[in-house]
Structures are given as C-alpha cells and as structure tokens.
C-alpha cells in the first residue's frame, strides 16, 4: 500500500501544494518539448515528401550550428554568418538530391533509410575535420537573442523564466505558422503536398520529383539551422546533440509519422512528460527516468495506436 | 451518341504522336513487342486488348514512366530521347490512371490546381510572399479551375477531401485534373473501369465533349466494347504485347483475329 501511495497519490499532493513548482516544471517541459518538436518537424518534412526517415536530421542541426559559428570565428559578421549558413544548406540539399536520392530512386526505403546513416557519418566526420570536436559556444548575444530571465512571483512562489526560453518558443511558433502558411497557399506548397500523397500522380501533372527534394532537404536544413542556434544558445553546439535529437523518435511515434500537428504536439506531450515524470516520480527509482521515459511512453503507442494520435491509419483494401 | 467512327472529319488531321517499332521488356517478361501506330490531332483514338496485353504498359512509356528498349516515340513530329513524366507532361501530355492516384488527403480545388502546376510561372520569392503577382497568379487559375469544375459537375465537391469521395467521383476529379494542364495529348487509362451504367455514360459524355469543345486529342484505354465502339475514331487492337489489329471500329470488329483474342480459338 505505500509503494502504491507513493505513485498513485503522493506526487499529485507535492503539485497541490507547490503550485510555483508545478508551473516551472511545466514551463521547462514546454521548452524542451518546442525544441524535440522543431526536430520533429525536420523529420516529417523529409518523410512526407520522399518517405525517407531521414536519421540525419540530428547531425543536420549540430552541422547548421557549427558552421554559423565556424563562419562567425572567421570573422564574419553574425547576420551574414546566417546567410551563409542557409547558403551551405542548400549546397547540402542539392548534393543529397544529386549524390544520394537520384541514384537510389525507387528503391527500397531501407536502402533509402540506411544511406542517411552513411550521411549522419560523413556529417560526423566531415564536420570534426573542419571545426574540431569541441563544444562551441552559440553566438547567441551576436544574433540578437535575448539572455538573462525574468521572474515573477505568483501561486506563493517564484517562477523564473530564461528569456532564451521564451524566444525559442516564439520563434518556433512563427517558423511552423509560417511552413504551415507556405504549404497550405502556394504553387509550391501544393507541389510538396501533391507529391507527399502519390509520387507517379506528382510526375503526371509535370512536378519534378528532383526540384521537390531539394526544397524539402534545403527547408529541413533551415528548420535545422534553427534548432541548432536555439539549443546551442541553451547549452553549447555539440556532436552529443544528434543523441538527443532521437528523442524525436518517440515524439513522431506518439504524433504520427506524417503530421505537422502532430510533430508539435508530441514534442510538447513529450518534453512536459518527461519533465514532470522526472521531477514528481524519478525519486522513487532513483532519478535518471527522463533519458527512457519518452521511449516508455512510445512504446506503449506501439502498443495501442501504431498510428500517432494525428498520423493516418493505413487501411489497405483487399 | 454517334454513329461508330463517324470520325467528325478529324481522323485524315496530321500526326501529333507516332509510335514506331516499340518494344520494352521487364529482364525476361517481354511487355511490349515492336508495335507500331500513330495518333493523330483531334481523334479519339482507344487502344484495346484482352488482359496483360501490354495496354497500360504502352501508355506508360507514351508518357515517360517506361523506357522502351527498342523504337523510338515522336511527339509533335520531335522524335524524344529518354524522357521523364515531367517532361511529358510540359509538353502537353496529360493522363490519368487505371487504379485513380489523386492526392488523396487534398481538397478537389487543390487537386484540380496541382494540375495548374506548369502554367504557373511566378518564383519563389513571391510564392513565400503570396503577394503580388504570386496572389494574381492563383486567383487567374483558380478561375481556370472553377470553368473545369463547372463542366464537370463537381461544384458540390469542390471542398471535400478526395479521399472521402465515391470512386466515379474520384474518376471525374482525376480527369479535371489532367484537363487542368490543358494538355495536347490526353491520356485515359480505363475511365470508365468499376462505374455503373449511369456513371458510364456522363464519363462518355465528358470525354465526347472534350474532344469537341477543346478539340483535345485522347487516347484512351477501356474494356468496355460498347463504349470503345461509341467514342473512337480509331482503334488499335494488342495482344500479347503485339498489335494485331489497327483501324476504324467497324474494321477491328470484323478482324478475325481481334474476334480469337477475344473469344478464344479452338485447338
């Protein structure tokens, strides 16, 4: 009976009397959550339009970090760092369409899957040839962003918010408002979802498969660019990130494979569960559960609704 | 309906499509063996054949999916090199398909305009915008959208997912969708498969009235020996992957070879 106090009842009587408590766990979930989702969101963008699940996305977002810092070592001034950034992920995207997707065109997707393990490799290395392997510091003051936190006392307590934090989340929110905007309205936002839906039916009304992946992969690379300067500015750019961005693994299990929606909302349910799962019921096993409680919370999706909650159930008529 | 290859004066019209000794094969399976025929402006022209006569392959490779091995394929009098559907397709050559591939989780408006794809010209910079001419652009065809919508008598569904749509339905959309692109050549793959008798006929009629009011040319494949006889100009026969038979409908249907491929031979 007390192990079953301990998880059943315990933890949602430390939330009722910390109320403060609760709201800075919640609100440091929220931001790791709109973190996990914009690399979520990399990933469904590539595996809508070509139905690759790109493993690179991780390495993508560590590379985009680097560079910008790499180009702002040299000397260059920050902002132009960003464009030339954004000009290295495109030559990335038409080199991936050229190099990798061309040839491999029809295949199967494990072919298609395990040649963007050979890209996250090459990534690797090419990236610690050029920037060595230490951790970077983030030009974070150079591009603008805000630093320090506010506080404010509320629910007899303090909450106290990083200003980094409630850029990243504003940011985050423009950038997908402003995706969602792109693909629901115009000529190429119509391609991408044509193409998404049936490949052979795209080709038929004269969309170019070709032209399609380099948008898909330079837009990934943008969405990247900007996870990479948000979470670098939070902690440092590192190779350990592309670890952490497996963590959007379980965030599209949970929102479904092929959903913009659905990559935001299970980076949200994720990054807030974890943190919560971590601060109210990691006591009782010793800590240490918010590095397996997303893949715990996955697996039970698995179990139960293979599809997400947003994804599309695939009924196949015989 | 007309009388069967009344032809409406178009047939003796110049050759828009010539297929010459054609043959495609899949490593040992031989699809398509040296055929040959011709498509000429304005005409109806149906291809037809028992099952995996090579109909739906020889399609393919009019509209760039396939590459034949051998003969070569002259469009507009240019003879083509291997080609992609992309290509086929801004040169003028519509289709749709045997098994429907519309885009499935997009509206009848949005399929209709995916069609529009080509003939929009403004860059990417104002398609992020959608300001500008970019915003001119999409309101100028979705008035082209709304004509193709008119004429197909799918106003009702203009907003509905496709995916949620009957199947004759979904039929009629796929076909404003290649009516879209305002092709030259238009390409039917059984339009009239899995529709009832009712469904069939407005199917007929559409395809009649492309043929007259847009003076589109088609090509068509159709099981339905009823139809084929109404609607076409000209027919060529396949069988096993060859042509046994090419000519008005009332010649391939006294073709005794076209009546064994069909019936059967006795041994």
């Known amino acids: ?318 | 309906m007309r009388a069967p290859g009344d032809g409406h004066g178009t047939t003796a019209g110049e050759v828009l499509l010539a297929v010459e000794g054609v043959s495609l094969s899949f490593g040992g399976v031989k699809a398509i063996t040296d055929v040959s025929f011709d498509i000429r402006k304005g005409e109806i022209r149906a291809i037809i054949g028992p099952n995996g006569a090579g109909k739906t392959s020889m399609l393919n490779v009019i509209n760039g999916f396939y590459h034949p091995q051998q003969g070569r394929i002259a469009f507009k009098g240019e003879t083509r090199k291997r080609m992609r559907p992309y290509v086929a397709a801004s040169q003028g050559i519509a289709r749709t398909f045997q098994n429907v591939a519309l885009f499935k989780g997009m509206s009848t408006i949005d399929n209709i305009m995916a069609g529009r794809t080509l003939k929009m010209k403004t860059g990417f910079f104002w398609q992020c915008l959608r300001h500008g001419p970019a915003l001119n652009e999409e309101i100028e065809h979705r008035k082209f959208v709304e004509e193709i919508i008119d004429f197909l008598e799918i106003q009702a569904i203009r907003k509905m997912p496709v995916g949620k749509l009957p199947y004759g339905l979904q039929k009629r959309v796929e076909l404003g969708r290649a009516l879209a692109m305002q092709p030259d050549l238009l390409l039917l793959d059984e339009p009239m498969a899995g529709m009832n008798l009712e469904e069939k006929e407005d199917m007929s009629r559409f395809i009649i009235d492309v043929n007259n009011q847009y003076g589109t040319t088609i090509a068509l494949i159709e099981h339905d020996m009823g139809v084929v006889m109404d609607l076409s100009d000209r027919v060529v026969v396949l069988e096993y992957g060859r042509k046994i038979a090419d000519g008005t409908p009332a010649e391939v249907s006294a073709d005794q070879k076209v009546i064994d491929a069909y019936l059967g031979v006795p041994h």
């Open chain 1, 1 to 318: 009976m007390d192990i079953l106090y301990k998880v059943l009842i315990d933890p949602f009587v430390q939330m009722g009397a910390a109320p403060d408590l609760l709201v800075q766990t919640v609100w440091e979930g929220l931001v790791s959550g709109v973190l996990y989702a914009l690399i979520a969101l990399g990933f469904v963008l590539i595996f809508k339009a070509s139905g690759v699940f790109n493993f690179a996305q991780g390495i993508m977002v560590v590379f985009a970090g680097l560079t910008l810092v790499g180009f702002h070592e040299m000397g260059v001034p920050a902002i132009l760092a960003v464009i030339l950034t954004l000009g290295v992920m495109f030559l990335l995207a038409v080199s991936v369409e050229r190099v990798v997707l061309r040839p491999l065109v029809n295949q199967p997707d494990i072919i298609l899957f395990m040649a963007t393990f050979g890209i996250t490799y090459l990534l690797i290395g090419f990236g610690e040839l050029i920037f060595g392997g230490n951790p970077k510091r983030m030009i974070a003051e150079e591009l603008y962003l805000p630093t320090g936190s506010i506080e404010f006392q509320t629910l007899g307590g303090f909450v106290q918010l990083q200003k980094i934090d409630i850029a990243a989340a504003v940011i985050a929110a423009i950038m997908i408002a402003a995706l969602a905007f792109f693909f629901q309205t115009t000529r190429i936002g119509r391609a991408l979802r044509a193409v998404a839906d049936s490949h052979k039916a795209a080709l038929s009304v004269g969309i170019s498969l070709n032209q399609i992946w380099v948008i898909v992969w330079f837009t990934a690379g943008i969405v990247a660019l900007v996870t990479g300067i948000m979470w670098g500015a939070r902690s440092d750019v590192s190779f350990a990130l592309q670890v952490i961005a497996l963590k959007a693994l379980p965030v599209l299990i949970l929102g479904g494979f092929t959903s913009v929606p659905g990559a935001i909302v299970g980076g949200l349910i994720i990054g807030i569960g974890e943190k919560i799962g971590e601060f109210y019921w990691g006591p009782l096993v010793g800590g240490g559960i918010e590095s397996w409680l997303a893949y715990f919370i996955a697996l039970g999706f698995l179990l139960f609704r293979p599809q997400g909650l947003f994804g599309e159930k695939i009924i196949e008529r015989i």
